[in-house]
């Protein structure tokens, strides 16, 4: 399912509420959702800065 919806994420046929979604249903992890959303490497370096 993480790799069906990182794809359909990175085509835009899939929005970050619908990814959200997901994540309460249970489908994927919040993990997974920073992953496929790209917010992972981001709050990874705001961790570094602080």
Known sequence: MFEILKQRYQRNFVRKDQL???VTLGKITQEQY???VGEK???EQIEKEI
């Open 34 to 36: 920073l992953d496929i």
């Open 41 to 43: 490497q981001e709050v």
């Open 20 to 22: 959200q979604r997901y």
